[in-house]
């Protein structure tokens, strides 16, 4: 059942390994799937709609806008190319003040859309100058390295 849903639900394919035995009379399955090579991985949800989800802890979760424009960049046949503009520098020093920060804070604090953030985000965390710290509650900000 598990290797049918990852063949014809999941696109692309989810590649597993799986192991059961028996305790106590009854059957365990563990499934171990490792880290993707070609991710996003979409699959179906109630009304049949292909969504990508995270792992965070224990649940399932929708992958947020930043992390699809990380994957979608990461994933291009192009060179990633950044430009140090006025409005990367703006957002770092936001998230420079603060230990870290959430999305809403920083677009309260800066004029630009929310599009173009979530894309200087992405290519700042794609460059390992800020992280995304995704938890189930929240998702936060911060620069990797403060002291610079």
């Not at 990508?52 to 424009?69: C, F, P, S, W």
């Not at 979608?72 to 990367?88: G, H, P, R």
């Not at 630009?112 to 965390?125: M, Q, V, W, Y």
């Not at 390992?128 to 610079?148: A, G, T, Y």
Request: aromatic share 6%; hydrophobic share 45%; glycine share 2%.
């Amino acid at each position: 059942m598990v290797d049918k849903a990852a063949k014809e639900y999941c696109v692309p394919e989810v590649i597993f390994n799986s192991r059961s035995w028996r305790v106590k009379g009854k059957s365990v399955l563990v499934i171990d799937i490792g880290i993707s090579q070609t991710p996003p991985h979409k699959a179906p949800d109630q009304n049949d709609n292909h969504k990508v989800y995270v792992r965070i802890e224990d649940q399932n979760m929708l992958a947020n806008g930043i992390q699809m424009k990380i994957w979608t960049k990461l994933n291009a046949k192009n060179n990633i190319s950044f430009a140090y503009s006025d409005e990367a520098k703006a957002i770092l020093n936001i998230i420079g003040n603060f230990e870290s920060l959430s999305l809403n804070t920083i677009l309260s604090q800066i004029e630009l859309s929310r599009f173009k953030t979530e894309n200087i985000l992405a290519e700042l965390i794609i460059m390992k100058v800020i992280r995304m710290e995704v938890n189930i509650d929240s998702v936060l900000f911060s620069l990797i390295d403060p002291e610079c």
